[in-house]
């Protein structure tokens, strides 16, 4: 009902929206001219060399500036020359390495841009260029290492990104292509997460918008944890008109959004941000996708016996949707049992049913299997790539014969969980149908329209089968 709501109050979704422009900075020597040149040119970007534009609004080369009135003079029109770049445009923009030393040119380069960092260390430099006459401060290798051990941790400090120049150009444009292509999205929508690799939401939503004949483009897009707030910030001023979440940001980012969804604000998590009128609001449709997913299965959460598996973001937003759905009783188990408690009072808050908590043990999981119909792992035990998976599932021989056993785990399809429990005959539900959904619920929101549910997951659940069996 809430996001029925919502939907109503929403604008159309937004169109176009302002390229950032891309920084280089770095020690002399460490390429960011050169790289800079070849990516604009590969990328078709207009390319701003700040050393060039100096000696054009002043006349004079910068080896004159310097010798005729010394660096201050030299950083005056730098300064003055970044305070005049204006906004973004998506110029590929290589900066003197001295230009970010200065907060004012930092901040106002941040502006409009994304800095980049090209880390080419000394010794390299000075491999490259020893036969450069042109520049005085590789005549004298002692003032570059100097300048290195200066300047780095302001490097690293206020660059967005830092990109390794260690070896060729050519592997260095490559890499830089696609820092730009990941961290720049101009139009479309995204998925935020880190490591995110192994996202299977581009093929999903790719799907769903060209079912839709849209030609909107939608990326993953890696962001570490210290680059969460920089993306929040730049994402409100950019053309991204929408973006999913996923680890390890859907609870850290709730605290950088204009507005939450009171569901996703319960659950303690958001997986979806959608950007209306500039002003970014989380959703979660996590929790929706899972019921519609169980509903394919022609199961519900109306009076069930449900045990969960863990008590992190996922288990809290399933226990939080099945209370409020009428479960019966909702048990957490969880390793730390804390954590589970904790879990459970959180997800019953401001409702007239409580959900319980305890220990993952052997013990406690044959108890409580016992008195169960729904069994929900909330855990990544089982999941490829983890490394660790149940040492024990003799507790599924608890489980009574009519109860559903669901993964949200969809790598592997079927986890060593899901396989135990189909060889004893109880009904199995893995996580890809959870994905499905939550993914064209997302849709949904991004585009503002509530239309051909089925038949957007058929498509999704077609492309991403066709995904899996055709690995690029
Ligand atoms: P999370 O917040 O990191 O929570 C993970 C939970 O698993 C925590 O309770 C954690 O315990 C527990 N855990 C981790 N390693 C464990 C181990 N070795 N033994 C026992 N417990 C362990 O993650 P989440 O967002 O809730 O996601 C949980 C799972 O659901 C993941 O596999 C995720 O891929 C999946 N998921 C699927 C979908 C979908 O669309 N299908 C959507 C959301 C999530 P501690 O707190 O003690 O670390």
Redesign the pocket.
């Known amino acids: 009902m809430e996001q029925a709501k919502a939907k109503s109050e929403q604008a159309p979704p937004e169109t176009g929206g302002q390229l950032n422009d891309i920084i280089l900075t770095g020690l002399p020597g460490s390429g960011k001219s050169s790289l800079g040149r070849l990516a604009a040119e590969v990328l078709d970007r207009p390319f701003l060399d700040l050393d060039e534009e100096i000696s054009r609004i002043s006349g004079l080369s910068i080896a004159e500036i310097f010798s005729r009135f010394g660096e201050s003079r030299f950083r005056t029109l730098e300064k003055e020359c970044i305070a005049r770049l204006g906004p973004g445009g998506g110029r590929i923009i290589a900066a003197g390495g001295g230009a970010i030393i200065d907060p004012q040119n930092e901040a106002a380069l941040k502006k409009n841009g994304l800095i980049i960092f090209i880390d080419r260390p000394p010794e390299k430099i000075l491999e490259t260029l020893a036969d450069d006459g042109s520049r005085p401060l590789l005549k004298a290798p002692q003032s570059l290492y100097s300048l290195a051990e200066r300047r780095r941790e302001r490097y690293l400090s206020s660059a967005d990104l830092r990109l390794a120049n260690e070896r060729t150009l050519a592997e260095a444009l490559s890499n830089l292509k696609a820092l730009i292509a990941a961290e720049t999205v101009d139009r479309g929508y995204g998925v935020i997460g880190h490591p995110i690799g192994h996202s299977l939401s581009p093929t999903i939503h790719q799907a769903v918008f060209q079912h839709l004949g849209l030609g909107h483009q939608y990326q993953s897009l890696n962001v570490p944890p210290e680059r969460l707030k920089a993306f929040v910030a730049r994402a409100a001023q950019s053309g991204l008109r929408g973006f999913n979440v996923t ?1 390890p940001h ?1 609870k850290s980012i709730m605290a950088l959004l204009d507005e939450i969804d009171p569901e996703a604000q319960a659950c303690g998590a958001v997986n979806t941000v959608v950007k209306v009128g500039g002003r970014l609001k989380g959703y979660n449709t ?1 929790m929706e ?1 899972l019921s519609l997913s169980l509903r394919e299965q022609g199961r519900d959460f109306q009076a069930a016996r449900l045990l969960i598996l ?6 809290g937003a399933v226990a939080f949707k099945a209370l409020r759905q009428g479960a019966a009783q909702v048990r957490i188990l ?3 049992p804390q ?1 589970a408690h904790r879990c459970a009072q959180s997800a019953s808050k401001g409702w007239n049913a409580a959900a319980e908590g305890a220990a ?1 043990s052997p013990q406690e999981l044959k108890r409580a299997a016992a008195d169960a119909d729904l069994l929900i792992n ?4 089982g ?1 490829e790539g983890f490394g ?1 998976d149940f040492e024990c599932l003799d507790f599924l021989d608890q489980l009574p014969s009519e109860a559903l056993v669901c993964d ?3 790598k592997p399809q079927e986890t060593s969980l899901l396989r135990r429990a189909a060889a004893r005959g109880l009904k199995t539900l893995n ?1 890809l149908g ?2 499905i959904q ?1 993914a064209v619920l997302a849709d949904e929101l991004f585009l503002n329209i509530q239309t051909k549910r089925a038949e957007l997951c058929k498509a999704a659940a077609a492309a991403l089968s066709c995904a899996q069996n055709n690995p690029c």
């Open positions: 680890i859907k996590d996708g863990g008590a992190g973001g996922a288990a969880a390793r730390d954590k993952l909330c855990t990544p035990l999941m660790q949200l785990i969809y996580g959870m994905l939550q």
